[in-house]
């Protein structure tokens, strides 16, 4: 990637790090990305491949947090990527789309590949483990409930998002968030798969990355499943909780008060399990964003 010459606005680059550090002061390597809650998820990622950077939310040196506050610092030069001036954002549809490649392309920039950093913590894969231990019960229902409830998501949505992946028809995303609001618990089983008009060329471009009808829930915007999977899980904690109670009331009758006392103050929180996830599900985003980090370590290293 060609970046500028000039001086920063801000002092974020490489060539400073190292001019503070000819003084004895060591700066290390900075990573700016979007938000608060990118700080924890990118920090826990570069940690894994036992490398220290210090994550800092674009807000601590500019007016706002966001993606478009990064690629515009990046595309006036007021950060200048390098060995030691790093940035971390979500892909959104910019990777499917291939879009802002100029960016993506230097070693320096990561990004997640699924939609956002939502779409690790509220993968669908495993949830249903986490909603058993939030609720302290490991029986009463299948134990990939919410998977198949996504998995089978997306192979009714995986039509209309590509229509609109292609088109960018505000009528079909309106229709994929109407679906996403229509998931229940219970589901009832969908009709049939919604068709597409893409050429061949087009569903091999987006197959080759990653994206399949088993998968939508890794590429459509994280914001909204968020809010859907943490009110779906929530209620499979409820529902698990409830029915432990009234076993506990069959079981110990008049007795059971203590009992059940003892159960619910050993739940935890979903929500806070969700996010707290550093083990993500291997898919196709997750093993793309871990080989970028290691392509930055091992060309690092050799600096």
Request: with cysteine; glycine share 4%; proline share 2%.
């Amino acid at each position: 990637m060609n970046v500028t010459e000039s001086i920063p606005d801000f002092e974020f680059s490489t060539e400073l790090n190292e001019a503070n550090e000819a003084f004895g002061q060591t700066l290390g390597i900075t990573a700016y990305v979007e938000g608060y809650e990118d700080v924890r998820f990118w920090t826990k990622e570069f940690k894994k491949l036992e490398l220290e950077v210090t994550v800092q939310e674009i807000s601590a040196t500019d007016a706002a947090n966001g993606k478009g506050k990064i690629l515009k610092a990046v595309k006036c030069g007021s950060i200048i990527l390098g060995v030691k001036s790093l940035i971390c954002i979500d892909s959104d549809y910019d990777y499917l789309l291939s879009k802002n490649t100029e960016i993506y392309r230097s070693v320096f920039c990561f990004q997640t590949y699924a939609y956002a950093i939502e779409n690790y913590y509220y993968n669908p894969i495993n949830l249903t483990e986490l909603c058993f231990d939030a609720a302290c019960v490991y029986q009463g229902l299948g134990k990939n409930h919410l998977e198949r409830l996504l998995v089978n998501w997306s192979g009714y949505i995986y039509g209309r998002f590509l229509q609109y992946l292609d088109e960018e028809n505000p009528d079909e995303l309106r229709l994929i968030e109407a679906s996403i609001d229509d998931l229940t618990i219970d589901p009832t089983p969908y009709q049939d798969m919604t068709a597409h008009t893409l050429s061949s060329e087009q569903l091999e471009n987006f197959s080759n990355k990653g994206l399949c009808s088993t998968n939508v829930f890794l590429y459509f915007r994280g914001h909204d499943l968020e809010v859907k999977i943490k009110t779906l899980a929530g209620q499979l904690v409820y529902k698990l909780i409830t029915q432990k109670i009234t076993d506990i009331r069959e079981t110990h009758g008049e007795n059971s008060s203590d009992f059940i006392r003892e159960f619910t103050n050993k739940k935890k929180n979903i929500v806070m399990l969700m996010e707290s996830r550093t083990d993500f599900p291997t898919n196709h985003c997750y093993t793309l964003l871990q080989a970028d980090i290691q392509n930055y370590k091992a060309q690092y290293t050799s600096f």
